[in-house]
Nanobody, 128 residues
């Protein structure tokens, strides 16, 4: 059974850092893509970062570029999201996601609807 388990969320003051982890299990083959999205009540879920697990290519939303870093440990089927210089507007529920296949266009990697499997989410709260 496929399972994604996130951890690392919490509360932090603006300017602080958090590191999220997502461990994927139950896949016959390593997923091609893993990504992070976030959701705030009243807004649509938005893609934050994605990584092509093979070559390590990374993609970021403009709102987090130069502050967030996505990385992976293929041996552990785990993806990380290092979040630095956090802002109150980064407050959201963060979800890890997997896409087993490839994307037709690379920018699709930041579209939450293109992913197959989701974790339960981990809350990040940034206070001013």
């Amino acid at each position: 059974q496929v399972q994604l388990v996130e951890s690392g969320g919490g509360s932090v003051q603006a300017g602080g850092s958090l590191r999220l982890s997502c461990a994927a299990s139950g896949y016959a083959y390593s997923p091609n893509w893993m990504g992070w999205s976030r959701h705030t009540p009243g807004k649509e879920r938005a893609g934050v970062a994605a990584i092509y697990t093979g070559a390590g290519n990374t993609y970021y939303a403009d709102s987090v570029k130069d502050r967030f870093t996505i990385s992976r440990d293929n041996a552990k089927n785990t993806v990380y999201l290092q979040m630095n210089s956090l802002k109150p507007e980064d407050t959201a529920m963060y979800y890890c996601a997997v896409r087993v296949g490839d994307f037709s266009l690379r920018w699709e990697a930041l579209l939450p609807g293109m992913y197959n499997d989701w974790g339960q989410g981990t809350q990040v709260t940034v206070s001013s």
